[in-house]
């Protein structure tokens, strides 16, 4: 079955950076697209950015355009969340997910960022 394990998360200061990373079993990653979403505490899910099944194209939420970067390495059925310049206001419980499609059918357990002020 399709695993996604989310890893990388952690308790950090304002302005520091932290790497998760998304690892995926049981689907032929190249072909999907990959997900961030997160979610705080009392408010909805929201999208954090995606990045296309070969990595050439990626969109960001304006929240944090410019602060996080998503990569793969589709040889390590990998995907990465690069976040620069945290704040409070990042923090959450943070997912990836994947897709061939318009929806996420696979989503993995979360990991959660806390970044305090």
């Known amino acids: 079955q399709v695993q996604l394990v989310e890893s990388g998360g952690g308790l950090v200061q304002a302005g520091a950076s932290l790497r998760l990373s998304c690892a995926a079993s049981g689907l032929t990653f190249s072909i999907y697209g990959m997900g961030w979403f997160r979610q705080a505490p009392g408010k909805e899910r929201e999208y954090v950015g995606s990045?296309?099944?070969?990595?050439?194209?990626?969109s960001y939420a304006e929240s944090v355009k410019g602060r996080f970067t998503i990569s793969r390495d589709n040889a390590k059925n990998t995907v990465y969340l690069q976040m620069n310049s945290l704040k409070p206001e990042d923090t959450a419980v943070y997912y990836c997910a994947a897709s061939k499609s318009a929806n996420w059918p696979y989503w993995g357990q979360g990991t959660q960022v806390t970044v305090s002020s």
């Open positions: 990045i296309g099944a070969i990595g050439s194209s990626s």
